[in-house]
């Protein structure tokens, strides 16, 4: 295993790109989705079974791992990998989405954001320096910049403004971060959906050298499209030799259509906050579990599926599951919403590889489109 952190593309297809980062504890397929760890735990799964499902990196929360156990106790106590037993690499956010779903406990300036806590009420000063201590006391192997991240839509002035304190926060965290072999840093280009401050933002952070680059501030209000046509306007001004990553997001659709725009990482809470409320997802679309026409539907959820709690057990038992508020219903619904998830990432490297991208999005999407028209015939 290298000693370096590297990205290398193995194939493209139209502006998608499938490749590897190499990093000392493991090697990322992209493109790849990061199962969300956020207090050090992928809920309601086992470390072992989200690697069984594929996933080669997940994401911990440097905001909520800071309040609770603490990041110099977890370095005390051998760091995060070590912990829960997870010693693949592990991605850091740093905090900064906190800045904006936080809103009302929280004061910024230019020196950082002043929290208080939402367990005990105790105020925090998160600062880019903290921000990259803090990632760095956990052991994190790919850490982010502290951002300011604005909920869409708003106004210009607001959103040049965060666009410009996190440019010179990430000046601030490249500096904290200093050189660490095997590990990287990546920026966060911000700029809400205005074009001309995306692509300011991605100039300066280029300008940087980091390692890896993240479209922040997106998936955050938005309608798809403008989404969409922000990585449209971004993705020409990111180099071409270092990942590119999509913070927070997002749907299977989502997904697929940000890998055809060059997309190589994207994170999101959706298959497991599904998963623990009921709602599945399959070959075949999204399923509300908790619908009464499933208590008798004695089909598993999909028998073509690898992953046992989509081929072993019938909906009708997931439902009853779901609707008596037992832990093993939401085990399970986890479990088959990443594996979903990683067989999607999957299906997409091998389709970029083989230059049939296009045909692959075409026949994922008719399975979920023929499943709408069968439920509603």
């Not at 009464?292 to 019938?314: G, H, I, K, Q, V």
């Amino acid at each position: 295993m290298t000693d370096q952190f590297s990205f290398t593309v193995a194939a493209t297809d139209g502006a998608a790109r499938t490749g590897e980062i190499r990093m000392p504890r493991g090697v990322i397929r992209t493109p790849a989705f990061m199962p969300v760890g956020t207090a050090g735990t992928v809920k309601a799964m086992y470390p072992e079974q989200v690697k069984a499902l594929g996933a080669d990196v997940v994401l911990g929360n440097t905001y909520h791992l800071m309040l609770r156990p603490g990041a110099e106790r977890v370095a005390r106590l051998g760091g995060l990998h070590a912990m829960m037993q997870w010693p693949y690499p592990i991605l850091t956010d740093s905090g900064g989405f906190q800045v904006m779903s936080l809103a009302g406990l929280r004061k910024l300036d230019e020196t950082g954001v002043r929290f208080q806590s939402h367990l005990d009420g105790s105020t925090h000063l998160l600062s880019p320096e903290r921000s990259i201590e803090i990632q760095g006391l956990l052991g994190s192997d790919i850490q982010m910049q502290l951002d300011e991240c604005v909920r869409l839509p708003a106004p210009e002035s607001a959103i040049e403004s965060a666009m410009r304190l996190s440019l010179r926060w990430a000046e601030r965290c490249r500096i904290a971060f200093g050189d660490q072999p095997g590990k990287a840093m990546f920026g966060i280009v911000q700029g809400g959906d205005i074009p001309a401050l995306r692509v300011e933002s991605a100039k300066a952070l280029v300008g940087l050298d980091l390692k890896g680059y993240a479209i922040g501030g997106l998936a955050v209000g938005e309608p798809q499209a403008t989404m969409l046509a922000m990585i449209e306007t971004v993705e020409p001004h990111l180099p071409t030799h270092k990942p590119r990553y999509l913070m927070g997001v997002g749907t299977p659709d989502d997904i697929v259509q940000a890998v055809s725009r060059g997309i190589d990482m994207f994170d999101c809470v959706m298959p497991t906050r599904a998963g623990r409320h009921g709602m599945v997802y399959t070959r075949h679309g999204r399923l509300n579990l908790r619908n009464a026409r499933f208590a008798e539907d004695n089909s598993p959820l999909d028998p073509d599926s690898t992953c046992p709690a989509a081929n072993l057990y019938s909906k009708a038992y997931l439902h009853h599951l779901v609707r008596a508020g037992e832990i093993l219903g939401m085990m399970l619904l986890t479990w088959n919403n990443l594996s979903y998830y990683q067989d999607l990432m999957a299906g997409l490297r091998k389709a970029i590889a083989a230059g049939r991208l296009a045909d692959f999005i075409g026949e994922t999407r008719e399975g979920w489109e023929k499943a709408e028209r069968d439920r509603a015939a």
